[in-house]
Nanobody, 121 residues
Framework: QVPLVESGGGLVQAGGSLRLSCAAS????????MGWYRQTPGNQRELVAT???????NYADSVKGRFTISRDNAKNTVYLQMNILKPEDTAVYYC???????????????WGQGTQVTVSS
């Protein structure tokens, strides 16, 4: 199991900003897609943003223009800069990554433990 360690969640007022980080630790051969998802109680986990190893990004319509996903391949880390936060952005945010641990291992999908983001009105 490769831990994806998330950080950066917390409480912020509407209109404020937060930056989430997620680092894949341990011995890793390659990381393809990385991304962020979020989930609120009673709802399914939903995509927020993804980024490929080449830097191609994809965003949910609800966060376009406000959130920016980026990654540092040398650090095996993905970031989510969240600006102009709204109360409806309140959720547990999960990091996700497709990893290959060894050259001949299959690519597997991993999830982080989640970090709470709360936006007050």
């Amino acid at each position: 199991q490769v831990p994806l360690v998330e950080s950066g969640g917390g409480l912020v007022q509407a209109g404020g900003s937060l930056r989430l980080s997620c680092a894949a630790s341990g011995s890793i051969f390659t990381i393809s897609s990385m991304g962020w998802y979020r989930q609120t109680p009673g709802n399914q986990r939903e995509l927020v943003a993804t980024i490929t190893s080449a830097g191609r990004t994809n965003y949910a319509d609800s966060v376009k223009g406000r959130f920016t996903i980026s990654r540092d391949n040398a650090k095996n880390t993905v970031y989510l800069q969240m600006n102009i936060l709204k109360p409806e952005d309140t959720a547990v945010y999960y990091c996700n990554a497709d990893l290959r641990l060894r050259p001949f291992n299959p690519t597997q999908n991993y999830w982080g433990q989640g970090t709470q983001v709360t936006v007050s009105s």
